[in-house]
């Protein structure tokens, strides 16, 4: 499967998802596009998790799941992954 639209672009975000609760995070240590793929991957991976959108500039990853997020579940993944879950954007 190609990361690369029909119209020639390249994309390597997840696909936004039209239903599911959206939860922001405020998530510490994430500094460029490595980190944002590794959360990216790492989080997408888990069940129940429809989309996952890390934005660098403001410390914040939206994740969007089927049905409640597991906050800690959610936590102890981001921090496996070298960063830190500091707790739901206010």
């Known amino acids: 499967m ?3 639209t ?3 672009s390249c994309s390597t975000a997840t696909a936004t998802a039209t239903e599911g609760t959206a939860t922001v995070y405020d998530v510490s240590g994430m500094t460029c596009g490595h980190c944002k793929a ?3 991957k790492e989080i997408g991976a888990l069940d129940g ?3 996952v959108d890390v934005d660098l500039e403001a410390g914040r990853v939206t994740v969007t799941t089927a049905g409640e997020p597991d906050d800690a579940l959610l936590a102890k993944v981001v921090d496996d992954a070298g ?3 500091t707790g739901r954007a206010a």
Do not use: H, I, Q, R
């Open 6 to 8: 029909p119209d020639g």
């Open 49 to 51: 998790v429809l989309a």
């Open 83 to 85: 960063y830190e879950l």
């Open 2 to 4: 190609s990361c690369c």
């Open 38 to 40: 590794t959360l990216t």
